[in-house]
């Protein structure tokens, strides 16, 4: 099993990005996926996660900001982050049923 995460980048406050996962080797249609990030010098949290009927759950401090979602097609998963915080700087990663971790990818915002 392989994850992958891309789209990260440098964002200024107030805009938006938007996170991929690609799986290998598991279905994202039918596995609870999550993304989890991990500030420097702070303990990897939560984010979101998107069980495998659909139901979706989120932490308090991005809830009505982000949207996770799952592509079956492409069994990727995704994240969309809007009216991105400067407190929202951290390496995101991607993890399938809290077994299987991608690498991280670093999500900065800064003016």
């Known amino acids: 099993v392989q994850l992958q995460a891309s789209g990260g980048g440098l964002v200024q406050p107030g805009g938006s990005l938007r996170l991929s996962c690609a799986v290998s080797g598991r279905r994202v249609s039918v596995n609870d996926m999550g993304w989890y990030r991990q500030a420097p010098g702070k303990e990897r949290e939560f984010v979101a996660r998107i069980f495998g009927g659909g139901t979706t759950r989120y932490s ?22 809007n ?17 299987y971790w991608g690498k991280g990818t670093l999500v900065t915002v800064s003016s």
Not at 83 to 99: F, H, I, M, Q
């Open 60 to 81: 308090d401090s991005v809830k009505g900001r982000f949207t996770i979602s799952r592509d079956n097609a492409k069994n990727v998963l995704n994240l969309q982050m």
């Open 83 to 99: 009216s991105l915080k400067p407190e929202d700087t951290a390496v995101y990663y991607c993890a399938l049923r809290g077994d």
